[in-house]
């Protein structure tokens, strides 16, 4: 009223009505622009806010969980699955009224079979949560519990309160190629293995359901739910076999219960594409139960690169007939020591020296073949072929089979801590001491795999595949998404000549009358090599070894490539007389690889070699 007086006065006396008029109408259009302005900031700048805010009130969103896909062998064998199983008890704290909390914590500590304290301390639980939509009670309570709590719900006894399943990831096999299959943490997130590397396909994709509720969060009847379908994850079918999986895992306990290993490494792969048929490492663990030893999670076969010592002899004889220096039948001067100039450490066959019957003098000296060399595994003898080889042309060799870099297994990499081994710059070799040295299996590191690799290539006639584990990938709607195929890693450049004939020969000699006889069985015949590297400890080459037999069958026509790699052999087991087995690829490796080639090829129904001296003729 004041205001209005002043506006019509000036001076202590009344001012013009047209004054006046001028300043109602100034006024009304300010309140007219603040009022416009007011409702574009409601209607035009914040009603997306608002309008969620509207909705935040009076819906609610329940997410409808997809199933993550399974994972299987290559013949359909489950190792990986989800099933949504059991019952959590879930409470919406802000659908219960205040004064019915109490009778509501009583209610269930009753069905749960609480004591009065649990009861008061879920009531001061909703309390604290009365404006939350969610709370989780009991993650998973028994199939009684689940029952009745469904029960007294119907009722209306149990304001707020559901069950909702479980999902869990199952692994039927246990601890069955753990190292492959890998596992999923408690978000339901993998974690190493197939589970990690396929994750996008593996991984469901959610989807949801609005509800309309009322002002305490409860669903209101006859207003329809907005839904969009989750869709499930996609299935991995494996190249593992299921057969020799288990025979790899079965041959590994017996291995390990025999020989007190600190690690073993099995592999078997498919001689002509280069897929993973069985691999198997120790320790394990279960992806059921991961546990917090990362060790035992680590895929070995693939981490951890060795010295391989006389399995990497066959690459150096390899070199040496692709360049024409040398055949099987060439002679070479052997002595079961060799000083090799610059060298102050002898190279020795001691303890494995070429018997006398198989020398053949000249000039008053002893030679042998190189087939004999290698079959015997003659450290001095491989020496002098690496320096006929010389450091370039041996350094090329080994890269060519695909050493000093990773193998390209779909589960390797940076990623899965996939080693590349080690094989030296050609710049830091020396002819005194990398030769002998690297002729003999040392002075470069290798994994498993990669080991298997090259044998591999002498198997199929030179191609270095990339190991591969991922058959394919099927989406729920069964359409293909991904299909792996045999590739090409690199090229070894040797020839099906030098590989299939010449060092195939040679390598079943091995297994014959070498180091490897312990191998020899009468259904099939392997070719293959055995390897005896020391360890180093505390800087220096210790009495521990590392013992392995790497080779693939049958020799003559090749379908699967093994390699056994023993890491330490502590048990003292002794022979039918008596005495004490020593550790070597011989003995410890060997027969472990022999039995799954046996076992594998049987699974596999490839048919027995026929007998020596019997020739297969048709009608």
Same mark, same amino acid.
């Given at each position: 009223m004041k205001l209005l007086f002043w506006m019509f006065r000036e001076n202590g006396r009344a001012t013009s009505p047209r004054l006046a008029g001028r300043w109602v109408l100034g006024g009304m259009v300010v309140l007219f622009f603040g009022l416009a302005g007011r409702l574009f900031s409601l209607q035009v700048w914040h009603h997306d806010d608002y309008i969620a805010q509207r909705h935040a009130n009076s819906t609610?969103?329940?997410?409808?969980?997809?199933?993550?896909?399974?994972?299987?062998?290559?013949?359909?064998?489950?190792?990986?699955?989800?099933?949504?199983?059991?019952?959590?008890?879930?409470?919406?704290?802000?659908?219960?009224?205040?004064?019915?909390?109490?009778?509501?914590?009583?209610?269930?500590?009753?069905?749960?079979?609480?004591?009065?304290?649990?009861?008061?301390e879920l009531e001061r639980e909703l309390y604290d949560r009365r404006d939350k939509y969610y709370y989780c009670v009991e993650r998973e309570v028994s199939p009684g519990v689940a029952?009745?709590?469904?029960?007294?719900?119907?009722?209306?006894?149990?304001?707020?309160?559901?069950?909702? !399943?479980?999902?869990?990831?199952?692994?039927?096999?246990?601890?069955?190629?753990s190292h492959i299959v890998g596992f999923v943490g408690s978000d339901m997130y993998g974690q190493e293995g197939v589970e990690r590397a396929l994750e996008a396909h593996l991984a469901a994709q959610p989807g949801k359901r609005v509800i309309t509720v009322d002002a305490l969060g409860r669903p209101i009847e006859n207003v329809d739910d907005r839904i969009s379908a989750p869709r499930d994850g996609a299935s991995v079918h494996l190249t593992l076999n299921s057969g020799i999986q288990a025979i790899v895992e079965d041959e590994l306990r017996t291995l390990v219960d025999q020989w007190d290993p600190v690690t073993v490494s099995i592999i078997v792969m498919e001689t002509n594409t280069g897929a993973i048929l069985g691999m198997t490492n120790f320790p394990n663990f279960d992806p059921r139960n991961p546990g917090s030893d990362a060790a035992a999670r680590k895929n070995i076969a693939i981490t951890d690169p060795f010295e391989p010592g006389s399995m990497f002899k066959p690459l150096i004889v390899c070199s040496a007939y692709q360049k024409g220096l040398l055949g099987p039948d060439s002679l070479v001067e052997y002595t079961p020591e060799l000083q090799v100039p610059g060298r102050k450490k002898l190279v020795s066959d001691h303890g494995h020296e070429i018997p006398d019957q198989y020398f053949i003098q000249q000039n008053g000296r002893n030679y042998v073949?190189?087939?004999?060399?290698?079959?015997?595994?003659?450290?001095?003898?491989?020496?002098?072929?690496?320096?006929?080889?010389?450091?370039?042309?041996?350094?090329?060799?080994?890269?060519?089979?695909?050493?000093?870099?990773?193998?390209?297994?779909?589960?390797?990499?940076?990623?899965?801590?996939?080693?590349?081994?080690?094989?030296?710059?050609?710049?830091?070799?020396?002819?005194?001491?990398?030769?002998?040295?690297? !002729?003999?299996?040392?002075?470069?590191?290798?994994?498993?795999?990669?080991?298997?690799?090259?044998?591999?290539?002498?198997?199929?006639?030179?191609?270095?595949?990339?190991?591969?584990?991922?058959?394919?990938?099927?989406?729920?709607?069964?359409?293909?998404?991904?299909?792996?195929?045999?590739?090409?890693?690199?090229?070894?450049?040797?020839?099906?000549?030098?590989?299939?004939?010449?060092?195939?020969?040679?390598?079943?000699?091995?297994?014959?009358?070498?180091?490897?006889?312990?191998?020899?069985?009468?259904q099939y015949r392997i070719a293959g090599k055995t390897g005896t590297a020391h360890k180093v400890k505390m800087g220096q080459y210790s009495d521990?070894?590392?013992?392995?037999?790497?080779?693939?069958?049958?020799?003559?026509?090749?379908?699967?490539?093994?390699?056994?790699?023993?890491?330490?052999?502590?048990?003292?087991?002794?022979?039918?007389?008596?005495?004490?087995?020593?550790?070597?690829?011989?003995?410890?490796?060997?027969?472990?690889?022999?039995?799954?080639?046996?076992?594998?090829?049987?699974?596999?129904?490839?048919?027995?070699?026929a007998p020596e001296g019997l020739v297969e003729t048709e009608e």
């Open positions: 609610r969103t329940v997410t409808l969980p997809g199933t993550r896909g399974s994972i299987f062998t290559e013949d359909g064998v489950c190792l990986a699955q989800t099933t949504f199983s059991g019952a959590s008890l879930i409470v919406n704290p802000r659908a219960v009224p205040g004064d019915r909390r109490i009778e509501l914590a009583n209610s269930l500590a009753r069905i749960m079979g609480r004591d009065a304290e649990y009861a008061r029952e009745e709590a469904m029960r007294l719900s119907r009722l209306g006894e149990l304001p707020g309160v559901e069950l909702r !399943s479980i999902e869990t990831r199952e692994y039927p096999l246990g601890n069955y190629a073949t190189v087939n004999r060399a290698l079959v015997s595994s003659s450290n001095t003898v491989m020496t002098r072929i690496g320096l006929m080889l010389g450091c370039e042309s041996l350094h090329d060799s080994i890269k060519g089979f695909g050493f000093g870099r990773r193998t390209g297994f779909d589960l390797g990499g940076p990623r899965f801590g996939e080693s590349a081994g080690v094989v030296r710059p050609l710049d830091k070799w020396t002819v005194p001491n990398s030769i002998p040295s690297i !002729s003999i299996g040392y002075e470069v590191q290798v994994t498993p795999l990669q080991m298997l690799n090259c044998f591999n290539a002498i198997a199929n006639g030179g191609h270095v595949y990339k190991p591969w584990v991922i058959g394919r990938v099927t989406g729920p709607d069964g359409k293909m998404l991904y299909e792996g195929k045999p590739e090409v890693l690199v090229e070894s450049g040797l020839s099906e000549e030098v590989t299939r004939k010449l060092m195939n020969e040679t390598l079943k000699g091995v297994v014959e009358d070498g180091t490897a006889t312990s191998a020899h069985i009468d521990d070894k590392i013992c392995s037999f790497v080779g693939y069958a049958p020799a003559d026509n090749p379908v699967i490539s093994v390699i056994v790699v023993v890491n330490e052999a502590r048990a003292k087991v002794m022979n039918k007389y008596g005495w004490r087995i020593r550790h070597y690829g011989g003995t410890v490796a060997a027969p472990t690889m022999s039995r799954i080639v046996l076992r594998s090829l049987k699974q596999l129904g490839v048919p027995e070699d």
